[in-house]
């Protein structure tokens, strides 16, 4: 995956190709002192104000016509507290840049999502996430955060600062960009670990049936199932005590790049060419990938390349209804005709305490649904959402969905919260979007 570029007419797209926007001007500041003079200036010309990192989101959550901030020159750790166990990092900072340079030294995050090439703060942001019993998201991991706010004045939060810092603390970890410009994040880390992985394929069914006892016997359990099959390839990640055996060179070529991305890029093309194939494609794709286990340190075990494009909608569930979501997705797909080339994707967080996040106050299972890009998704995505909605779904917010700020209400206790919040920092909406608009209201 690469970071996102503006056109030759100032056109700026995103990962996805489902969002494009023609920005009045982008700024690229180099200190937060540049950035908020950017902000100020911005409000003087009546402009909006919006952050974009490295364009993952698959929703219009960065877009705008006004200023357009990249956070490229916002780079590098700052510090590194030992005896606290913790990194303060610039925003900007790509996290796979922010792993090789903890790896270095001696120190990894405890969770991470599958892919690194977001920036931290857009990660975050966002809720980026990956899977665990006990580790949650990314933005579960910050311990302090600083942001220029609408007024331009820069703001530091944590959960140990005062009331109003703390509320903000508890919104911005995952604040959309609703809540001011992101500059700097302090994670919680730890000395570097091993993690087993231990990759294999698995019916569906068995799966279904042994579900919380896999979540229960394993630290990070995931599996993706695949449409028009009855087989899944799970994956189970646990904390070892050595020795280190890495994927080898040659395994991992032919597995991660000419099976997982080159091969399945080509299925991709044959399956969008003749949809009718779909069904047998994914059965031959179901059983290409044999089982294998390996250890190493925890960046190059929880992520993993993904260069085939494509279009993604997931949603957060409760845990206990997982199980209960799945069949009725799958059944969902056997009755409709629908030809689903790409797997699903099935992943767990326990409880957190952030405003926002989609595990908010319970413990949480996320179902991805994806086409492939340049596919036709809209009926695929409107009966998943449907059932996703069924269950008081949260739907990730750099994921396409259709809710609004009325459902959100709803399926967040603390939502009033939020919006109070912004109402405080952001009176007059200088970091609003019509996403925004439609996700959190006027």
């Known amino acids: 995956m690469s970071s996102t570029a503006s056109g030759k007419n100032g056109t700026w797209r995103n990962w996805g190709g489902t969002v494009a926007a023609r920005p009045a001007r982008e700024v690229a500041p180099a200190s937060v002192e540049e950035l908020a003079a950017a902000i100020r200036r911005a409000a003087e010309d009546g402009l909006k104000v919006k952050a974009v990192g490295s364009g993952h989101s698959f929703t219009s959550i960065a877009a705008t016509d006004g200023v357009l901030v990249r956070p490229q020159l916002l780079t590098g750790i700052r510090h590194i507290d030992r005896e606290a166990g913790t990194v303060t990092v610039e925003a900007g900072t790509p996290l796979k840049r922010l792993n090789v340079a903890l790896a270095r030294e001696g120190l990894s995050l405890a969770n991470m999502g599958d892919i690194m090439e977001q920036t931290v703060s857009g990660a975050t942001s966002t809720g980026t996430h990956g899977t665990g019993r006990d580790s949650a998201s990314i933005a579960a991991q910050i311990k302090a955060l600083e942001l220029v706010t609408a007024d331009g004045s820069v703001l530091t939060c944590s959960e140990k600062g005062t009331d109003e810092e703390r509320a903000v603390f508890a919104a911005a970890r995952i604040g959309l960009g609703a809540l001011g410009v992101v500059t700097a994040i302090t994670f919680a880390v730890e000395p570097i670990f091993l993690l087993t992985a231990r990759e294999e394929p698995m019916p569906l069914a068995r799966v279904l049936a042994e579900f ?3 979540w229960t016997e394993n630290e990070h359990f995931e599996f993706y199932w695949f449409p028009h099959t009855g087989s899944t390839n799970t ?7 050595g020795p280190e055996k890495p994927v080898g060179q040659l395994a991992g070529w032919f597995e991660d790049e000419l099976l997982s991305n080159g091969v399945f890029q080509v299925a991709q093309w044959v399956g969008r060419a003749a949809p009718a194939t779909i069904p047998a494609i994914a059965q031959v794709s179901s059983k290409a990938l044999s089982a294998r286990t390996y250890t190493d340190i925890p960046y190059k075990v929880f992520t993993s390349p993904r260069r085939v494009r494509f279009v993604e909608m997931e949603y ?6 997982v199980v209960e979501t799945l069949r009725e997705l799958k059944a969902m797909v056997e009755r409709s005709g629908l030809r689903v080339s790409f797997p699903v994707e099935v992943r767990t967080a326990p409880a957190d305490d952030i405003t926002l ?17 340049g596919t036709p998704f809209q009926r695929y995505f409107t009966s998943a959402e449907h059932i996703f909605t069924a269950h008081e779904g949260r739907p990730h917010w750099g994921k396409i969905h259709t809710r609004d700020a009325e459902y959100f209400a709803g399926v ?5 919260e939020f919006t109070a919040l912004r109402d405080r920092l952001d009176p007059d909406r200088l970091f609003q979007n019509d996403y925004l608009r439609r996700v959190l209201g006027a």
């Open 212 to 214: 919380d006892e896999l």
């Open 235 to 241: 994956k189970r990640n646990n904390r070892s005590a």
């Open 316 to 321: 957060a569930v409760p845990r206990e209804a």
């Open 357 to 373: 996040s989609t595990a908010s106050g319970r413990d949480t299972a996320y179902i991805a649904v994806h086409m492939v890009k």
């Open 412 to 416: 967040y206790p603390r939502f009033e």
